[in-house]
Every structure is written in C-alpha cells, then in structure tokens.
C-alpha cells in the first residue's frame, strides 16, 4: 500500500506539472498514466480503464474547484450561460458513465486512444474558432451541455477541450470562456465521479481501496501533489515558445492515444 501511495504521489506531481505546462485539464494525461500504474498493480484489465475515468474524474472535482472558484472572484464566468448549460452537463455526465460501463475496458481503451489522436490533429491543424456575436438559444446551450458533459464523462476530463470552443462561438472572449468552462468541469466531475462510484458498487473484480470506480489512494495521491506542481508548471511554461509546447503535447497525445489502439 505505502508503494502504491508513493507512485500515486509521483504520478500527481507529473500530471500537475503537465497540466500546468502545457494548459490543459489534467484527465488527459491522469488517465492514461493510472492505466498504466493500474497494470503495474495487477488490476483487472476489465475494471481498468474504468477505474482510471472515476479516479480522474474525482481529482479534476477538487483540483477544478479552486480554479473554478478562482475564475468566478474574478468576473469572468458568464453566469447565465454556465445556468444554460448545467442541465445539459448533469445529464450528459450521467449518460456519459453509462455508456462507459456498458463497454468493455478494452473497447472504452480505443475510444480514449482515438479521442488523443483527434485532439491531437486539432492542435496542430485546427484554426480558433470564429467568435460569434449572439448568444444560441436555451435549447441549443442545453443540447451542447449534454453533448460536452457525456465525452467528457465517458473520458474522465474536465471539458475545456470542447467548451472553450462552444463558449467562444457564442460571443464569449477567450477569457469568459476559459472562466465559464472552468465552472462547467466542476458538476461534470462531481457528477460523472459520484455516477462512477455508485455502477461500480461492489464490483469483485476491482482492488482494495477502490470506492466503485474510483481508486481512493490514487485520488488522495494525485490531490496532493497536483496542484502546486502545476505552478511549477506553469513556470516552466514561460520557457518555451507557445509552438514549441504544442507541438510536444500533440506529440505526446500520439503516442499515448497509439499505445490505446496497437496491440
């Protein structure tokens, strides 16, 4: 156990300072490293990959809030939208768990590799996405909720990938967006987390200390660690160009998402 804690510690210091370094939410890269520490472990490969979205998910309900928290002191979270979105996100989140346990850990595997290798392509060839000048109707925010929160439940991340672009579309500034996407990874996680915990009751097949589908030491252990080596990622950031570190974390994406999908 003291080992197992020790490797969840280094894996949070590693996922934080990424997260931190390169700007994104840190399932992207937790995700696949549990996986990886879980087959170190010998966890079953049928729980894994399911046990590694709930435990990502629980730490980004943490780690997400403070920065959430952060965003909305400062004014840029668009209030009316997050209200307009949040059915959407809770439903999409619940859905999202759902269609994650009804698919083995092998083909949720392919999904997540597949899902690295489109974001991937989009930060190498993708364009910003053209700002809009009004706002979409209720129907259409609650209807782009329930499709950000299901991916983003079904993949344990925070949403960023695909709100930032949704709320800028919709006339938001770079910085509303990334305040108001911020706020919207909060109810997916603690959502899609508590979803995970409860469809992955008492499964046999899952190790000690996992609550459903959520890993408590690896959820303690990454908590922990994340979050000031984020800063420390973000320091780092500021000696790199900005093309130099997308490029490397498309370039990593890859070969994350190809160890997914070859055998």
């Known amino acids: 156990m003291l080992l197992s804690l020790l490797a969840y510690l280094a894996l949070g210091a590693v996922a934080g300072t990424m997260a931190g370094l390169y700007g994104v939410g840190g399932g992207l890269i937790i995700v696949p490293s549990l996986v990886s520490v879980f087959s170190l472990l010998n966890v079953s490969p049928d729980v894994s990959m399911h046990l590694a979205v709930g435990t990502s998910l629980a730490t980004i309900s943490v780690t997400g809030a403070s920065s959430a928290l952060g965003h909305l002191r400062r004014g840029s979270v668009r209030r009316d939208w997050l ?54 109707g209720k129907g259409r925010m609650v209807a782009a909720g329930g499709v950000i929160g299901g991916i983003s439940a079904l ?3 925070g949403g960023g990938t695909l709100s930032v672009p949704w709320l800028i579309r919709c006339g938001a500034t770079m ?18 987390a508590a979803t995970f915990m409860i469809t992955g009751w008492g499964d046999v097949r899952l190790p000690e200390g996992a609550l459903g589908y959520v890993m408590v030491p690896a959820f303690i252990g990454i908590v922990v660690t994340s ?37």
């Open 175 to 192: 910085t509303q967006a990334v305040g108001t996407s911020s706020a919207c990874g909060l109810p997916i996680a603690l959502v899609g």
């Open 227 to 263: 979050v000031p080596c984020a800063r420390l990622g973000v320091r780092l950031a500021h000696y790199l160009p900005a093309r130099v570190l997308k490029l490397s974390f498309a370039a990593l994406l890859v070969i994350v998402g190809l160890g997914f999908l070859l055998p």
């Open 83 to 136: 209200q307009a979105l949040l059915p959407g996100l809770v439903v999409g989140a619940v859905a999202g768990v759902f269609v994650a346990g009804s698919l083995s850990g092998g083909k949720l595997g392919i999904l997540f590799g597949i899902f690295l290798l489109l974001v991937a392509a989009r930060l190498v060839f993708g364009r910003s996405p053209p700002a809009g000048s009004t706002s979409p």
């Open 155 to 157: 993949f344990g991340i």
